[in-house]
């Protein structure tokens, strides 16, 4: 029988529609699965494919041809230290082995130097589209040996979402070690604040203006055909325009108001202090889902805490005009602190990351895809050392132009007692980064007075400490 060009350990719905996208695509894949009547089904599901079905890991990589090309689709951490604790004794100097999952990337930094060591070609592989992107191609972050890209390229190629405006493939190698790792963790610290955005432009429409499920979703359709043109604004319009069919009513008002997480968007934002590129955007959509899930305190704090009872009377298509802008604006200050972030960690741990090449394969197949970031790719690009974002010409223009909207919507929020600490945080951040001069200065006083901590002057060299008083 002949040989496997790829297996794959993992056969939950991600790691079953990967197997899938691959063979269709041309390729044998040898698939594994810890509990073997998951991988008996599966393959009795799809005759005529080509699958190999194994049932031991010895089976399993003696069904692939050699330099062996291995992809782990389990949850992170004890799950993927199970499997290579299984699955390293087997293999030989030169065979590949990816961890396709969202594991931390400490954790893959540490099995990359285990697996080195052993011989081994070890890659953190990050994978973005859910199920669908799986299946019909998913956005795909690869780091780790660069002699496992060279093996593996063309089917990563094959297998990843194309950008529809040039129809480039959606993948292409990060950089070393834990590289594909922290990129993907970042993209989905990104897409955090980003729906906490998508979800206060909502909460503004719907409490200050009164707008019901079928409204927004009219209004939802109508931007996703401008600038804000993305997948999740897609999705949201759908969302409203879902109904129950248990009640007939907009099955969205019935959801409870609690988001879970799975801890990549905390980890964006605790690494991004770690490597000192502020967040704010970010952490505000980590806090709000922490926030979201103390459902019972809140219920009990809104019968004892008052908020204004003040209703907008102003223009309301005046409104939902600031609130896209608004929207637009702050998702740019979003995406110019994960990009931030990202060229931040670059340096610290000398990934050597491309951010245009980063914002490419994001055009399509990811979560966080969006027609801007055509521009953002054009902007690193045009200047690779571009420091942030929003210094660009054309973001810098487009954010100008929607400032006033963008300052309406976020005093009228306050005004009304709506909580939107993304849309204020990316603000802030904004204004935060134009300021040629902080309150900093008394911070720093501050410290020097009460721990003589120091400080430098402005008006001389040195460093200096006071008696204040």
């Keep these: 029988m002949s040989k496997a060009d790829i297996g794959l350990i993992g056969l939950a719905v991600m790691g079953q529609n990967l197997v899938l996208n691959m063979e269709r695509n041309g390729f044998t894949v040898a698939v594994f ?84 060591a052993a011989g081994l070609l070890y890659m953190g592989v990050g994978v973005s589209g859910g199920e669908e992107g799986a299946l019909w191609g998913p956005s795909i972050m690869p780091g780790g040996a660069p002699e496992g890209w060279a093996l593996v390229k063309d089917i990563l190629q094959a297998v990843a979402a194309k950008a529809p405006e040039d129809g480039k493939p959606c993948v292409a190698y990060m950089g070393p070690r834990s590289a594909g790792h922290y990129v993907k963790m970042v993209h989905n610290g990104i897409e955090y604040g980003d729906m906490q955005l998508i979800a206060e432009a909502y909460a503004i429409l719907h409490k200050a203006l009164g707008l019901e499920a079928a409204e927004l979703a009219a209004i939802f359709e109508e931007w996703n055909r401008g600038e804000l043109d993305s997948y999740l604004i897609a999705i949201t319009a759908q969302i409203f325009r879902t109904l129950d069919e248990l009640t007939g009513k907009p099955l969205v008002d019935l959801v409870l108001d609690a988001a879970a997480q799975k801890g990549t968007g905390k980890w964006t934002s605790q690494e991004s202090f770690e490597v000192g590129a502020p967040t704010p955007t970010i952490n505000s959509a980590v806090t709000e889902r922490i926030i979201s899930s103390m459902k019972a305190e809140r219920v009990a704090a809104a019968a004892v805490l008052p908020g204004p009872d003040a209703r907008y ?97 976020v005093q009228t929020a306050v005004a009304l007692g709506i909580p ?46 006071s008696e204040w008083g």
């Design 33 to 116: 699965n810890r509990t073997t009547r998951v991988t008996d089904e599966f393959v009795a599901a799809h005759p005529g494919k080509q699958l190999i079905h194994t049932r031991t890991l010895e089976e399993f990589v003696a069904a692939l041809e050699r330099p062996r090309k291995i992809m782990i689709m389990v949850k992170a951490g004890q799950p993927v230290e199970a499997v290579l604790d299984g699955l390293v004794p087997l293999l030989e100097p030169g065979d590949l082995v990816m961890d396709g999952g969202n594991s931390y990337y400490l954790d893959t930094e540490r099995r990359s130097a285990a697996l080195t």
């Design 313 to 409: 009377t102003g223009d309301r298509q005046g409104l939902i005009d600031a609130v896209r802008q608004a929207l637009y604006a702050s998702k740019i200050s979003a995406y110019a602190q994960g990009m931030a972030m990202l060229r931040a960690a670059s340096k610290a741990h000398a990934y050597d990351l491309n951010l245009a090449e980063i914002a490419a394969i994001w055009r399509n197949g990811c979560i966080i895809r969006a027609r801007f970031l055509n521009r953002i790719t054009v902007a690193f690009e045009r200047n690779p050392a571009l420091a942030n974002l929003m210094l660009d010409e054309d973001f810098a223009a487009a954010v100008r132009e929607r400032l006033p909207a963008w300052r309406h919507v």
């Design 420 to 465: 939107t600490p993304a849309f204020s945080a990316s603000l802030a951040y904004y204004d935060s980064y134009r300021s040629a001069r902080l309150p900093a200065n008394l911070i720093q006083a501050q410290r020097d007075l009460f721990g003589a901590h120091t400080y430098e002057r402005t008006d001389r060299e040195g460093v200096f400490h």
